[in-house]
């Protein structure tokens, strides 16, 4: 089958590999659709631990595709039906899984990271963590259901409440799909900061407030939408530490701080500001299966149209691809690659 396997750093080829097969309690997916994420890119660079992601490796873990074998013992999926998976393996024995929470399991691993993924005709999955996707939903658009559920994720960790007002620092596709699923669930104001241009461009397509503070007064900016109380909560979706610190800077007092991207390098804490300011400070790591369904469920009523914000391009592409979304030259948001 042909598959976009990493090599090593800063090198993707595409390959003939052996098609793999499903085992007990396995399902074979036919890969249609999968996104590239920034987590893909650290991996491609070399920056993600060695340990776990080890070349020659098929990444690809936000993925849509068909069911086209089933292992010993599946029988709640036949072949053909529309799914997208949960990538997602836990233990089911540590603390967390065992406290109801498999995605901050002690030994958790990813398809795409630990495992061969889906930047492949065909990956192999657990059965349990696979869901169906509605026949209304595009393949290509079911790739970012993963992606959604990271959103979800946060709003939820954050106990969004009708009315409330938010601030996400960062417009990425990450922090676009928070601001998305935040006003969404009933957010009175939310404002996206943002400092590159083609990435603002896509927050206004998506119809949302933005700013650039290398262009605007950051702090005039947004006293003038959420008065001088500031908002009610921050989504940190930068990965910097100066969307940290903005966080940490505008929040109301007694407001909430979610940390949705991975923090690229170690951030000061100013303790004092998060004693005095009674703020609440809340990590916020992948997503729980009922993010995924409601991420589904999101797409599936027509609350959220994500077709904008991806576009599609061949596998063969894969080496220029990565190479453009690490430069930042391809002004390049959510790209999917199609297998179909």
């Not at 249609?32 to 080890?54: H, M, N, S, W």
């Not at 946060?154 to 007002?165: H, I």
């Not at 009674?278 to 992948?286: D, F, Q, Y």
């Amino acid at each position: 089958m042909k598959a976009a396997v990493w090599k090593d750093a800063g090198k993707i080829e595409i390959e003939e590999i052996p098609e793999p097969s499903p085992g007990k309690g396995e399902v074979l997916v036919r890969v249609r659709a999968a996104g590239i994420c920034g987590t893909d890119l650290a991996i491609y660079q070399g920056k993600f631990p060695k340990e776990r992601a080890v070349p020659p490796r098929v990444l690809g873990h936000e993925f849509s595709g068909e069911i086209a074998d089933v292992g010993a013992g599946v029988k709640e999926f036949r072949g053909g039906e529309r799914v997208v998976v949960d990538p997602l393996i836990s233990c089911g024995s540590c603390f967390a899984c065992s406290s109801g929470f498999p995605h901050v399991c002690a030994t958790l691993k990813i398809i795409g990271i630990d495992v061969d993924g889906a930047f492949a005709e065909y990956v192999v999955s657990p059965a349990d963590r696979v869901h169906l996707l509605p026949a209304r939903i595009p393949f290509e658009t079911g790739a970012a259901v993963e992606p959604l559920a990271v959103a979800v994720h946060a709003v939820r960790r954050s106990g969004l409440a009708v009315g409330d007002s938010a601030l996400v620092v960062g417009g990425g596709p990450i922090g676009i799909l928070v601001a998305l699923v935040t006003r969404a669930l009933g957010a009175q104001k939310v404002l996206v900061t943002e400092l590159q241009e083609y990435r603002l461009d896509m927050v206004k397509e998506m119809e949302l407030s933005s700013i650039n503070p290398l262009k605007e007064d950051l702090k005039r900016s947004i006293s003038a939408r959420f008065g001088l109380t500031g908002p009610d909560i921050v989504f940190e979706a930068s990965g910097t530490a100066a969307g940290f610190q903005q966080a940490i800077d505008f929040v109301r007092i007694r407001g909430s701080i979610v940390e949705v991207s991975l923090p690229k390098v170690k951030t000061d804490l100013d303790m004092r500001r998060v004693n005095f300011g009674e703020l609440t400070l809340l990590g916020s790591r992948v997503y729980s299966p009922i993010d995924i369904e409601s991420a589904i469920s999101f797409l599936a009523d027509g609350k959220l149209r994500l077709e904008s914000l991806l576009k599609t391009y061949p596998p063969e592409e894969s080496q220029v691809l990565f190479g453009a979304l690490v430069s930042g030259e391809g002004k390049l948001m959510k790209v999917i690659l199609n297998f179909s």
